[in-house]
């Protein structure tokens, strides 16, 4: 009960950070076809016409399927390969945030200069082969690096993805292409948890890490392909 009352009162930072916003009233004449669905259709053509926010959106897609099932493989292989009970646990999840939080203040150190194309892409693959090297772990110790690793290349991505769509978006576009980045990156989830929890039941949790990982690497290395492909034939 404690953690919980906790983490709600940690939520009380965001809310005044939001009260203390004063944004500057900006007026600008709708463009907005007044049909919902011709909107919605525009905005998928504006994605597909443009190759860094389609890309984008792909290897989201890509990482937010098959990364974050955090909170169905770890409970598991901390209690089936660890040894571990509760406690044991919240150190391997607060460590892998530990990982998450660094992995946002690297990006924000290097936020003057914009996102990265070579962290966009290079990003994940690090991320799925760190996920797959936790179902090789032994070891606390090692299981709590590998973790830590592994969530800060996942959150160091999420954030260059997040910028590289909206620096890279007209204005007119932004809330319908936002909109569906997050409905690509929230809605694929919890198929990569169906996914990381049948494979876990049937093969156990040293599975579940490593077939994540491994389906990460490999989909960035068709992505990369793909790229190539793209290249040649301009």
């Known amino acids: 009960a404690f953690c919980f009352f906790t983490n709600a009162l940690s939520f009380g930072a965001v809310a005044i950070s939001l009260l203390l ?23 998928l053509e504006y994605i597909v016409n443009n190759p860094i926010i389609f890309d984008t959106l792909l290897i989201v897609a890509i990482v937010g399927t098959f990364i974050p ?22 150190f391997l999840m607060s460590l892998m945030g530990a990982g998450s939080f660094m992995g946002a203040m690297a990006i924000a150190t290097m936020s003057k200069s914009g996102p990265q194309k070579v962290l966009l892409y290079m990003l994940p693959l690090a991320t799925g082969i760190f996920m797959a090297l936790v179902g090789f772990t032994n070891s606390f110790f090692m299981a709590s690096l590998t973790l830590a690793i592994a969530g800060f290349c996942f959150v160091a991505f999420s954030s260059t993805a997040n910028s590289t769509m909206q620096l890279n978006t007209k204005d007119e576009y932004r809330g319908r292409v936002m909109s569906l980045y997050a409905l690509v990156f929230a809605g694929s989830t919890p198929f990569g948890n169906l996914f990381a929890g049948w494979i876990t039941n049937n093969y156990g949790p040293r599975a579940g890490f490593i077939a994540c990982g491994a389906i990460v690497v490999l989909l960035m290395l068709w992505f990369y392909l793909r790229q190539s492909t793209i290249k040649r034939g301009r």
């Not at 916003?21 to 905005?43: A, F, H, Q, T, Y």
């Open 21 to 43: 916003m004063e944004p500057l009233p900006i007026r600008k004449p709708s463009k907005n076809s007044g049909k919902i669905l011709v909107d919605i259709k525009n905005g």
């Open 69 to 90: 099932n955090f909170s169905v493989l770890v409970p598991v292989f901390a209690k089936v390969i660890l040894g571990q009970q509760e406690t044991g646990f919240g």
